[in-house]
C-alpha cells in the first residue's frame, strides 16, 4: 500500500528559486580565487496560520517568513549573508557582494585553518538512516538530483475552511465552560478561556555542490487555556502531521478542568527533598537541561560545557538508567501516527536526520554538532544546526531530546512510589552548561500515599511554581525507575519512540527554536524540590 | 521584482466596500553579527552574519452584518507576490472572526514629536559600529586575567519602520538595537588533584552605543567567573533578598499587564485605580509610570500603533494605582479614554544606597544571577535556581559566595516590605528574532525584598 501514502510536497512555485540557488552556488563555492571555500544555500518559507477563540472573540492571524541564508566556510569562519530580496537579479547581485566581502576578509591573526571535505551522496547513505528518509531517496541519486522528504499525513490540514476552524475552537470554548458547571465549577469561576489552532508548512531547500535538498513539514498545534483567576492550567497537542495530530478527547478536557479547580485548593510546598514521579514530559525536560544543553557542540567548542571534560575523561554522570538520545528522525511519535515536535529529516546545513545517543547509561557520548562545531571539535557532524528563523544564526540546538524507556508499567511505578509526589505540568527550564546546575519547573504536584492519589495538591512556597534543582548527576543518580513508551499495557512495547510533548527552547536566553522533549515516566529519589 | 506599492495596496484597501480600516506597517531591518570564542589563545570568530530583511503587516479591519461587531486580521504581505489574491485572502479571513467593534481616531494626531530612538553612530553606518565595537572586544579579551575568555557575541541592528494608517496617519522613525554577551570561566585542581572549572555568562541589550558598556560586561563576567568556584550551597530559609535591575525590568514589565484594560475586558488578574499595587505595603511605595519619551530606551516611540500620541503616563503613586492603560481598542471596550499603551516603565528610586541596603539586615542574600527567572504575569509569583549570590553576614564580617538552589517569590507578599536603592539603573531587552517592541525600564539598580523562601 507504499502508493497510498499522504506526504507534503514542495510547492511547484519553489522550483524556479531552487534553479537560480543552484546557478548561484559557484559564486559562493570553490571559486577559481578561493578553491577551498565550502558554499552552500539554505532557503526557508515558514507559513503558518492560526486561530484563536476566546470568551469574548475570535481571531485569525497568517504569518509568513521566507528568506535565503548565502553562506561561505573559507576555513576559519562560517559567513552568512541572509535576505529576503529573492528576485533572481537581486540574488545574483548579493551573492557577489557577498563574495566580495569574505574574499576581502582576512582570517584573525593566528587562528588555525580547518578546511572542510563535503559528503558525497554515497558517504551520505553509508550512515543508519530511518527507511523515512531511504524511503525518499531516488535510486541513484547524485549531487544534481533533486531530492524532496515529505511528512507523512494522513488528514490534509489543508482542508478546513478557516470558517471550519474557527467554529471547531468556538465549539471547544463552549465545552470547557459546560464541562465546569457539570465539574461543580460556579458560572463565573471559569474567568477565561482560549482555544488556538494553528498550521504551520515549513519548506525548506539546502543546495552545496553534493546535494540538492528539499523538504516540507506540516507542524500542527491545538492550544487550550483555562483559568479561574490567577490559576492556570494550559495544554498543547500537536505534531508534524495532518488533521490527525491535534485531536483532543472530551475526557482530556475534563481532566484539564479538574486540574484547575485541584489548583483553587493547592497548598504551599515546604521546600525540601522528595520522592517524585515525573511523567514523560517533564522527564524531556529533565534530560534537555541535563545533558541536552551541554552536550551541544557549539557550547564545547566555546569552551562553555563541562561535558565536554567529562566525555573526554570518562567520567559517570549518572546510573545506568541515564540514557539520554536526541534525535530529529521520530516519525511516529511514542504510540502515535504522527512525528514528534521537534522532527525534520534534514538540518538547516543539509545534514540528514539520525538518532544520536548523547548520555550512555551515565556515561556521555560524543556531542551533538553543526557544520563549525564538528569542525572546530574534529568530531562527527550531526544533523542538530537549527536557527530560530532565515534570519537568525545558525547554533547546534536540541532536536527530540530524551531518556530511553524502561520496563515497567504506570501502576507499577505508582506502587514504586509509595509516598511522594506525582508531576505532570511543566513550567519551563534552564541549563548550567559548565556549572551543572539543572532547574526545571513544575507547576504543581499531586501528593500520593501509599501508591493513591491522596486528592492534596500544592504549589510552590510562594504560591507559584515549584522548582526542581540540583547538581546533575546527582539528578540522573537518583532516577530508580522508568516507565514503557506504552505504561497502560503489560505488553512489550510496539512503539519504537517514546512520546515526546510539544515544546520549545530559548538557547543562551534568546534564540526560540522548537524543540520535543519526552521519555518514559521516571521515578526520582531524592530530588531537591522548592 | 516589486508587483505593487504601498500605495496601490491602500487603494485597494480603499475600494473595498467591507474594510472599516487598516494599520500598515513597513520595516526594513540591516543587522550584523559576530560570534567570537577562543581558539588556542587567540580570539577567533566563529560566525559572521549579515542580515537584510524587509517586511510589510497590515492589521485590517472588516465590516460584519451583526450590529456592534467587526472582523479583523494581522497579516503579512509580499510586494514580490500578486496583491489582488493575498487581499481576497487578508478580508476573508477577517470576516470569519468577531470583536466587539472598535474604531481607529478620526484624524490623525499632527505635530507629533520626535524621539531619539536610534544611535545616529549605527543609523550612520551598521558596519563602522560593528567593527569598532569589534575591536574593543578584541581589547578586552587581550587583558589579563585569572579567568579564560570563553565566548562572546555582538549583534547590532537599526530598524527602519513606517507606520501608516487608514485615517492619514504616516509616521516614519528608526530604532538601533545592541546585543552583546561574554562568557569567562575558570578552573583550577582542587584538593584530591581534579580539575573543577565553571563559567559566568554576561548579557546585556541596549538602544544606544553608549549604554553598551562593554568593560563592564566583560570585567564583571570575568570577575564573578573567578568567584563561581569558591561557592556553597544555600541554607534552606527565608531570607532578606537584594535582586539587581535586570530582576526588576522583568518583574514590573510582566506585572505591568494588571494595570491594563485589555486585563480587564477578558477577565484576567486586573487592579483598578483606587486600590493598592502591593496590597498592605508598608516600604518603600511605588510610584511606578510608563514613559515613552526617555532617550534610547528600549519602548520609546512618539506615536502608537493605532495612531495616538504616546506621553508620560504615571500608573502608580505611592502605591496606589491611580491609571489603567488603554490602547484605543481595549479603552473603547472598557468605555474610558484611551491612554498611552507603549513605554518604558520607569520607577522612583529609594532613599538607600546599595550599600545600606546590603547591610540593612543581619544576614542578606544579594542574587547576582538567577539561571533563569520565571514571572507567571497572572500570579505575580516568580522562582529561579540561583546560578551566582552572596551571602553577605554584618554579625561576621563576612561575603559568601552561593551557588544551587532555588528562590520562591511573590510581588504580593515579597515586596510588601521592600526598599528600593537610591542608584538608578537603565535596562532594555529585546526579543532577538522578533522586531515587536522591547521592554524598558528606568529605576532603582537594587532592590530589598523580605522573606524570600530559599531551598538549598
Given at each position: 500500500?507504499?502508493?497510498?501514502?499522504?506526504r507534503?510536497t514542495?510547492?511547484?512555485?519553489?522550483?524556479?528559486l531552487?534553479k537560480?540557488?543552484?546557478?548561484?552556488l559557484?559564486?559562493l563555492d570553490?571559486?577559481?580565487?578561493?578553491p577551498d571555500?565550502?558554499g552552500s544555500?539554505?532557503?526557508?518559507?515558514?507559513?503558518?496560520r492560526?486561530?484563536?477563540?476566546n470568551?469574548?472573540a475570535t481571531?485569525?492571524s497568517?504569518?509568513?517568513?521566507?528568506?535565503?541564508?548565502l553562506?561561505?566556510?573559507?576555513?576559519?569562519?562560517?559567513?552568512?549573508?541572509?535576505?529576503d530580496?529573492?528576485d533572481?537579479?537581486?540574488?545574483?547581485r548579493?551573492?557577489?557582494?557577498f563574495a566580495?566581502?569574505v574574499?576581502?576578509?582576512?582570517?584573525?591573526?593566528?587562528?588555525l585553518k580547518?578546511?572542510?571535505?563535503?559528503?558525497?551522496?554515497?558517504?551520505?547513505?553509508?550512515?543508519t538512516?530511518?527507511p523515512?528518509?531511504?524511503?525518499?531517496?531516488?535510486?541513484?541519486?547524485?549531487?544534481?538530483?533533486p531530492?524532496?522528504?515529505?511528512?507523512?499525513?494522513?488528514?490534509?490540514?489543508?482542508?478546513?475552511?478557516?470558517e471550519?476552524?474557527?467554529?471547531?475552537l468556538?465549539?471547544?470554548?463552549?465545552?470547557f465552560?459546560a464541562?465546569?458547571?457539570?465539574?461543580?465549577m460556579?458560572?463565573?469561576?471559569?474567568?477565561?478561556?482560549?482555544?488556538?489552532?494553528?498550521?504551520?508548512?515549513?519548506?525548506?531547500?539546502f543546495?552545496d555542490?553534493?546535494?540538492?535538498l528539499s523538504?516540507?513539514?506540516?507542524?500542527m498545534?491545538?492550544?487550550?487555556?483555562?483559568?479561574?483567576?490567577?490559576?492556570?492550567?494550559?495544554?498543547?497537542?500537536?505534531g508534524?502531521g495532518?488533521?490527525?495530530a491535534?485531536?483532543?478527547?472530551?475526557?482530556?478536557?475534563r481532566?484539564?478542568?479538574?486540574?484547575?479547580?485541584?489548583?483553587k485548593?493547592?497548598e504551599?510546598?515546604i521546600?525540601?527533598?522528595?520522592?517524585?514521579l515525573?511523567?514523560?514530559g517533564?522527564?524531556?525536560?529533565?534530560?534537555?537541561?541535563?545533558?541536552g544543553h551541554?552536550q551541544?557542540?557549539?557550547t564545547?567548542a566555546?569552551g562553555?560545557?563541562?561535558?565536554?571534560e567529562?566525555?573526554?575523561?570518562g567520567?559517570?554522570?549518572?546510573?545506568?538508567?541515564a540514557?539520554?538520545l536526541?534525535?530529529p528522525?521520530i516519525?511516529?511519535?511514542g504510540?502515535?501516527s504522527t512525528?514528534?515536535?521537534?522532527?525534520y529529516?534534514?538540518?538547516?546545513?543539509?545534514?540528514l536526520?539520525q538518532?544520536?545517543?548523547?548520555l550512555?547509561?551515565?556515561?556521555?557520548?560524543?556531542?551533538m554538532?553543526?557544520l563549525?562545531s564538528?569542525?572546530?571539535?574534529?568530531?562527527?557532524r550531526t544533523?542538530?544546526?537549527?536557527r530560530?528563523?532565515?534570519s537568525?544564526?545558525?547554533?547546534?540546538r536540541q532536536?527530540?531530546?530524551?531518556f530511553?524507556?524502561g520496563d515497567k508499567?504506570?501502576d507499577?511505578?505508582?506502587?514504586?512510589?509509595?509516598?511522594?509526589?506525582i508531576?505532570?505540568?511543566?513550567?519551563?527550564?534552564?541549563e548550567?552548561?559548565k556549572?551543572?546546575?539543572?532547574q526545571?519547573?513544575?507547576q504543581?504536584l499531586?501528593?500520593?500515599?501509599g501508591g493513591?492519589?491522596s486528592?492534596?495538591?500544592?504549589k510552590?512556597?510562594?504560591?507559584?511554581d515549584?522548582?526542581?534543582?540540583?547538581?546533575?548527576?546527582?539528578?540522573l543518580?537518583?532516577?530508580?525507575?522508568?516507565s514503557?513508551?506504552e505504561?497502560?499495557?503489560?505488553?512489550?512495547?510496539?512503539?519504537?519512540?517514546p512520546?515526546?510533548?510539544?515544546?520549545g527552547?530559548?538557547?543562551?536566553?534568546?534564540?526560540?527554536?522548537f524543540?520535543?522533549?519526552?521519555?518514559?515516566?521516571?521515578?526520582l529519589?531524592?530530588i531537591?524540590l522548592? | 521584482m516589486?508587483?505593487?506599492t504601498l500605495?496601490?495596496?491602500?487603494?485597494?484597501?480603499?475600494?473595498?466596500?467591507?474594510?472599516?480600516?487598516w494599520?500598515?506597517s513597513?520595516?526594513?531591518?540591516?543587522r550584523?553579527?559576530?560570534?567570537?570564542?577562543?581558539d588556542?589563545?587567540t580570539?577567533?570568530?566563529?560566525?559572521?552574519?549579515?542580515?537584510?530583511?524587509h517586511?510589510?503587516?497590515?492589521r485590517?479591519?472588516?465590516?460584519?452584518?451583526?450590529e456592534?461587531?467587526q472582523?479583523?486580521?494581522t497579516?503579512k504581505?509580499?510586494?514580490?507576490?500578486?496583491?489582488?489574491?493575498?487581499l481576497?485572502a487578508?478580508v476573508?479571513g477577517?470576516?470569519?472572526?468577531?470583536?466587539?467593534?472598535?474604531d481607529?481616531?478620526?484624524?490623525?494626531?499632527?505635530?507629533?514629536?520626535?524621539?531619539?530612538?536610534?544611535?545616529?553612530r549605527?543609523?550612520e553606518?551598521?558596519?563602522?559600529?560593528?567593527?569598532?565595537?569589534?575591536e574593543?572586544?578584541?581589547l578586552l579579551?587581550?587583558v589579563?586575567?585569572?579567568?579564560?575568555?570563553?565566548?562572546a557575541?555582538?549583534f547590532?541592528?537599526?530598524?527602519?519602520?513606517?507606520l501608516?494608517?487608514?485615517?492619514?496617519?504616516?509616521h516614519?522613525?528608526?530604532?538601533?538595537?545592541?546585543y552583546?554577551e561574554?562568557?569567562?570561566?575558570?578552573?583550577?585542581?582542587?584538593?584530591?588533584?581534579?580539575?573543577?572549572?565553571?563559567?559566568?555568562?554576561?548579557?546585556?541589550?541596549?538602544?544606544?552605543?553608549?549604554?553598551?558598556?562593554?568593560?563592564?560586561?566583560f570585567?564583571?563576567?570575568?570577575d564573578?567567573?573567578?568567584?563561581?568556584?569558591?561557592?556553597?550551597?544555600p541554607?534552606?530559609g527565608r531570607?532578606?533578598?537584594?535582586v539587581?535591575?535586570?530582576?526588576l525590568a522583568?518583574?514590573?514589565?510582566?506585572?505591568?499587564?494588571?494595570?491594563?484594560?485589555l486585563?480587564a475586558y477578558?477577565?484576567?488578574?486586573?487592579?483598578?485605580?483606587?486600590?493598592?499595587f502591593?496590597p498592605?505595603?508598608?516600604?518603600?511605595?511605588?510610584?511606578?509610570?510608563?514613559?515613552p519619551?526617555?532617550?534610547?530606551?528600549?519602548?520609546?516611540?512618539a506615536?502608537?500603533?493605532?495612531?495616538?500620541?504616546q506621553?508620560?503616563?504615571?500608573?502608580?503613586?505611592?502605591?496606589?494605582?491611580?491609571?489603567?492603560?488603554a490602547?484605543l481598542?481595549?479603552?473603547?471596550?472598557?468605555k474610558?479614554?484611551?491612554?498611552?499603551?507603549?513605554?518604558?516603565?520607569?520607577?522612583a528610586?529609594g532613599t538607600?544606597?546599595y550599600g545600606?541596603l546590603?547591610?540593612s539586615e543581619?544576614?542578606?542574600l544579594?542574587v547576582?544571577?538567577f539561571s533563569?527567572?520565571?514571572?507567571?504575569?497572572?500570579?505575580?509569583?516568580?522562582?529561579?535556581?540561583?546560578?551566582?549570590?552572596?551571602?553577605?553576614?554584618q554579625?561576621?564580617?563576612t561575603?559568601?559566595y552561593?551557588?544551587g538552589?532555588?528562590l520562591?517569590?511573590?510581588?504580593?507578599?515579597?515586596?510588601?516590605?521592600?526598599?528600593?536603592?537610591?542608584?538608578?539603573?537603565?535596562?532594555?531587552?529585546?526579543?532577538?528574532?522578533?522586531?515587536?517592541?522591547?521592554q524598558g525600564?528606568?529605576?532603582p539598580?537594587?532592590?530589598?525584598?523580605?522573606?524570600v523562601?530559599?531551598?538549598?
Amino acid at each position: 500500500m507504499a502508493n497510498s501514502i499522504l506526504r507534503a510536497t514542495l510547492d511547484p512555485e519553489l522550483l524556479p528559486l531552487r534553479k537560480t540557488f543552484q546557478q548561484l552556488l559557484p559564486l559562493l563555492d570553490q571559486s577559481p580565487k578561493h578553491p577551498d571555500w565550502y558554499g552552500s544555500i539554505y532557503f526557508e518559507r515558514k507559513h503558518s496560520r492560526s486561530q484563536m477563540a476566546n470568551l469574548r472573540a475570535t481571531n485569525v492571524s497568517s504569518q509568513v517568513t521566507i528568506g535565503a541564508v548565502l553562506r561561505i566556510y573559507d576555513g576559519y569562519t562560517l559567513f552568512e549573508q541572509a535576505t529576503d530580496d529573492l528576485d533572481p537579479s537581486a540574488l545574483t547581485r548579493t551573492a557577489q557582494e557577498f563574495a566580495d566581502r569574505v574574499g576581502g576578509t582576512p582570517p584573525s591573526p593566528g587562528a588555525l585553518k580547518r578546511p572542510y571535505e563535503v559528503p558525497s551522496w554515497s558517504d551520505r547513505l553509508a550512515f543508519t538512516l530511518d527507511p523515512e528518509i531511504t524511503s525518499q531517496i531516488p535510486a541513484g541519486v547524485s549531487a544534481e538530483t533533486p531530492v524532496h522528504f515529505g511528512v507523512r499525513f494522513e488528514r490534509d490540514p489543508a482542508r478546513p475552511s478557516t470558517e471550519q476552524r474557527v467554529t471547531r475552537l468556538k465549539g471547544l470554548v463552549e465545552r470547557f465552560v459546560a464541562i465546569a458547571i457539570e465539574e461543580g465549577m460556579k458560572p463565573d469561576e471559569l474567568s477565561f478561556v482560549m482555544a488556538r489552532g494553528s498550521f504551520a508548512e515549513e519548506e525548506s531547500i539546502f543546495i552545496d555542490r553534493e546535494t540538492n535538498l528539499s523538504q516540507t513539514l506540516y507542524r500542527m498545534a491545538l492550544t487550550l487555556v483555562t483559568m479561574s483567576s490567577a490559576d492556570r492550567i494550559g495544554d498543547r497537542v500537536g505534531g508534524l502531521g495532518g488533521l490527525e495530530a491535534t485531536e483532543v478527547t472530551e475526557e482530556e478536557m475534563r481532566i484539564q478542568i479538574r486540574k484547575l479547580r485541584a489548583l483553587k485548593t493547592a497548598e504551599r510546598l515546604i521546600p525540601g527533598k522528595y520522592r517524585v514521579l515525573v511523567n514523560p514530559g517533564i522527564a524531556g525536560v529533565i534530560a534537555h537541561e541535563a545533558f541536552g544543553h551541554s552536550q551541544e557542540g557549539d557550547t564545547c567548542a566555546r569552551g562553555r560545557s563541562k561535558a565536554w571534560e567529562l566525555h573526554k575523561a570518562g567520567e559517570s554522570v549518572g546510573n545506568e538508567l541515564a540514557t539520554i538520545l536526541n534525535s530529529p528522525a521520530i516519525y511516529k511519535n511514542g504510540a502515535t501516527s504522527t512525528a514528534a515536535w521537534g522532527s525534520y529529516f534534514f538540518d538547516e546545513e543539509g545534514w540528514l536526520a539520525q538518532e544520536h545517543v548523547i548520555l550512555d547509561r551515565g556515561k556521555l557520548k560524543s556531542p551533538m554538532t553543526n557544520l563549525t562545531s564538528a569542525i572546530r571539535l574534529g568530531i562527527p557532524r550531526t544533523a542538530n544546526g537549527k536557527r530560530e528563523n532565515w534570519s537568525q544564526g545558525v547554533y547546534t540546538r536540541q532536536t527530540n531530546t530524551y531518556f530511553s524507556a524502561g520496563d515497567k508499567t504506570l501502576d507499577q511505578m505508582m506502587k514504586l512510589l509509595g509516598d511522594g509526589f506525582i508531576a505532570t505540568e511543566c513550567a519551563g527550564g534552564m541549563e548550567d552548561p559548565k556549572g551543572m546546575g539543572i532547574q526545571v519547573g513544575i507547576q504543581y504536584l499531586e501528593e500520593v500515599k501509599g501508591g493513591k492519589k491522596s486528592g492534596r495538591v500544592f504549589k510552590g512556597p510562594a504560591g507559584g511554581d515549584i522548582q526542581l534543582t540540583g547538581y546533575t548527576p546527582d539528578v540522573l543518580n537518583a532516577i530508580l525507575a522508568k516507565s514503557k513508551i506504552e505504561f497502560d499495557s503489560a505488553s512489550p512495547d510496539q512503539a519504537q519512540h517514546p512520546t515526546n510533548d510539544t515544546g520549545g527552547c530559548g538557547k543562551y536566553h534568546k534564540e526560540f527554536v522548537f524543540a520535543g522533549c519526552g521519555g518514559p515516566w521516571m521515578l526520582l529519589d531524592p530530588i531537591m524540590l522548592g | 521584482m516589486a508587483n505593487w506599492t504601498l500605495d496601490q495596496l491602500k487603494q485597494e484597501l480603499s475600494k473595498r466596500p467591507t474594510v472599516k480600516g487598516w494599520v500598515l506597517s513597513r520595516e526594513h531591518v540591516q543587522r550584523r553579527e559576530r560570534y567570537f570564542l577562543a581558539d588556542r589563545q587567540t580570539l577567533a570568530i566563529d560566525q559572521d552574519r549579515n542580515v537584510r530583511a524587509h517586511a510589510l503587516s497590515a492589521r485590517i479591519f472588516v465590516k460584519l452584518s451583526r450590529e456592534g461587531r467587526q472582523g479583523e486580521i494581522t497579516q503579512k504581505f509580499f510586494p514580490s507576490l500578486p496583491l489582488g489574491p493575498q487581499l481576497d485572502a487578508a478580508v476573508e479571513g477577517a470576516a470569519q472572526t468577531d470583536h466587539l467593534a472598535w474604531d481607529l481616531p478620526v484624524s490623525p494626531p499632527s505635530n507629533l514629536p520626535t524621539r531619539k530612538t536610534a544611535d545616529p553612530r549605527i543609523a550612520e553606518d551598521v558596519e563602522r559600529a560593528v567593527r569598532q565595537a569589534s575591536e574593543k572586544i578584541g581589547l578586552l579579551v587581550a587583558v589579563k586575567r585569572a579567568t579564560q575568555f570563553s565566548s562572546a557575541e555582538l549583534f547590532i541592528s537599526l530598524h527602519d519602520r513606517e507606520l501608516h494608517l487608514s485615517n492619514g496617519l504616516i509616521h516614519r522613525s528608526s530604532q538601533s538595537r545592541v546585543y552583546s554577551e561574554a562568557a569567562f570561566s575558570m578552573s583550577r585542581k582542587n584538593a584530591r588533584g581534579q580539575i573543577e572549572s565553571d563559567e559566568y555568562l554576561n548579557t546585556t541589550w541596549a538602544v544606544g552605543l553608549d549604554d553598551l558598556k562593554l568593560d563592564a560586561l566583560f570585567n564583571e563576567a570575568s570577575d564573578r567567573a573567578e568567584h563561581s568556584l569558591d561557592i556553597k550551597k544555600p541554607q534552606s530559609g527565608r531570607y532578606p533578598v537584594v535582586v539587581e535591575a535586570d530582576v526588576l525590568a522583568m518583574l514590573f514589565n510582566t506585572h505591568l499587564s494588571h494595570l491594563t484594560a485589555l486585563n480587564a475586558y477578558h477577565r484576567l488578574p486586573f487592579t483598578k485605580p483606587g486600590d493598592e499595587f502591593i496590597p498592605g505595603a508598608e516600604g518603600d511605595l511605588i510610584t511606578l509610570s510608563l514613559d515613552p519619551t526617555l532617550d534610547f530606551a528600549a519602548d520609546t516611540l512618539a506615536v502608537s500603533e493605532q495612531g495616538l500620541e504616546q506621553k508620560p503616563l504615571l500608573l502608580v503613586d505611592k502605591n496606589r494605582v491611580v491609571a489603567t492603560s488603554a490602547d484605543l481598542q481595549y479603552g473603547s471596550y472598557q468605555k474610558t479614554s484611551p491612554t498611552t499603551s507603549r513605554g518604558n516603565v520607569v520607577v522612583a528610586p529609594g532613599t538607600l544606597s546599595y550599600g545600606e541596603l546590603l547591610r540593612s539586615e543581619p544576614l542578606v542574600l544579594e542574587v547576582l544571577q538567577f539561571s533563569a527567572l520565571f514571572p507567571d504575569a497572572a500570579s505575580g509569583t516568580f522562582s529561579s535556581e540561583i546560578r551566582l549570590a552572596r551571602l553577605h553576614d554584618q554579625v561576621t564580617g563576612t561575603v559568601t559566595y552561593i551557588k544551587g538552589g532555588s528562590l520562591s517569590g511573590s510581588i504580593a507578599e515579597n515586596f510588601k516590605s521592600a526598599r528600593f536603592s537610591k542608584e538608578t539603573a537603565k535596562k532594555a531587552h529585546f526579543d532577538s528574532g522578533n522586531s515587536g517592541p522591547g521592554q524598558g525600564y528606568f529605576g532603582p539598580a537594587y532592590a530589598l525584598l523580605s522573606d524570600v523562601s530559599v531551598v538549598g
